[in-house]
């Protein structure tokens, strides 16, 4: 009997499952917030544009970018198909960034959310939060794990070092990104859904 040998970490799956974890924290803080705060809070928009900036850029520009640019082609290089899982990942990033758009709207009026406003939010936050809760359990429990079953072990050494250099490139940027998901999540959050609540969506998934 071939004895069974685990394949090497990686560097780069493991930094995107830590990145779920901040992301989940703020998703859970950003309903948080709209079901609880927004409507008390005379700093209701300035709060959310806090939101925005960090799911703006930790998760749409860094996160989704690392996924979009190196870990998604890498896989599609490996045979898998484009209208797989990747395909439905790639389309619930766009309708993510589509959401976002409309919480930024809401950050450039004057004065405290209106009662329309603030069930406006809750709204908006229930769906986002939804797409992003379903989303990272679906590439924690499915995307990740073919991507370690796919690639080489080579290639998974390649994908890592490209990402050390995504990350050096985001320096202290990234760091101070997190912090604030983090920090967001410490004054509005609660703690997330658990991950095994994973709904089949995605055709393929
Ligand atoms: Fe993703
Ligand atoms: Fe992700």
Not at 26 to 53: C, M, N, Q, W
Not at 71 to 77: E, I, S, T
Not at 114 to 132: I, K, P
Request: charged share 20%; net charge negative; with cysteine.
């Amino acid at each position: 009997m071939e004895p069974v040998v685990d394949p090497p970490p990686s560097v780069l799956l493991g930094s995107l499952r830590r990145q779920h974890e901040t992301i989940l924290l703020a998703t859970g803080a950003l309903r948080s917030f709209a079901d609880r705060h927004a409507s008390r809070a005379p700093e209701a928009r300035k709060i959310l544009g806090y939101f925005v900036l960090f799911f703006r850029q930790f998760l749409d520009q860094w996160h989704h970018g690392i996924e979009e640019r190196l870990l998604f082609p890498a896989m599609v290089d490996a045979g898998v198909p484009e209208s797989g899982p990747m395909g439905c990942m790639l389309r619930e990033h766009d309708d993510g960034r589509l959401q976002l758009d409309a919480f930024a709207a809401m950050t450039s009026g004057v004065g405290p959310l209106s009662e329309r406003e603030v069930l406006v939010l809750r709204e908006l936050a229930g769906r986002y939060a939804q797409l992003l809760e379903h989303h990272v359990a679906v590439e924690n429990q499915t995307v990740f794990p073919l991507a370690r079953r796919v690639l080489l072990p080579e290639q998974l050494a390649a994908l890592d070092a490209s990402t050390d250099e995504v990350a050096a490139a985001w320096g202290q940027t990234g760091l101070d990104l997190q912090e604030l998901g983090e920090t967001l999540a410490g004054r509005f959050g609660v703690l997330p859904p658990l991950l095994g609540e994973e709904a089949a969506r995605c055709p393929g998934a």
